[in-house]
């Protein structure tokens, strides 16, 4: 069993900047695909951004280029530094890690990670 805990969150401004992070525990975090979803009342989990265990990442075409996904597999951490936030990436941000190597399905899927978070609100005021 995997457990992940999200902090980091909080209120900013637009513009602004925030570095949300996820400690996992178990022993076979190296091995484990990680990825970041968030999600607004009355609406499905989106997608933000994935990094394997390899260390490659994707990112969804709404946060390329201001998100940056890393991992510090020493600490069984993983980090979004969120820049030029906007007003829409208001949303509860949550963690998920799968069991292994691989993603049971399409990476942009929530149904492809094993394990999540509670989830860490970000609220970005215009």
């Known amino acids: 069993q995997v457990q992940l805990v999200e902090s980091g969150g909080g209120l900013v401004q637009a513009g602004g900047s925030l570095r949300p992070s996820c400690a996992a525990s178990?022993?076979?975090?190296?091995?484990?695909?990680l990825g970041w979803f968030r999600q607004t009342p009355g609406r499905e989990r989106e997608f933000v951004v994935t990094?394997?265990?390899?260390?490659?990442?994707d990112y969804s075409d709404s946060v390329k280029g201001r998100f940056t996904i890393s991992r510090d597999n020493a600490k069984n951490q993983v980090y979004l530094q969120m820049n030029t936030l906007k007003a829409e990436d208001t949303a509860v941000y949550y963690c998920?890690?799968?069991?292994?190597?691989?993603?049971?399905?399409?990476?942009?899927?929530?149904?492809?990670?094993?394990?999540w978070g509670q989830g860490t609100q970000v609220t970005v005021s215009s």
């Open positions: 178990g022993r076979t975090f190296s091995r484990q695909n």
């Open positions: 990094i394997r265990w390899s260390g490659g990442a």
């Open positions: 998920a890690t799968t069991d292994g190597q691989f993603y049971y399905g399409d990476y942009r899927e929530p149904s492809a990670y094993n394990y």
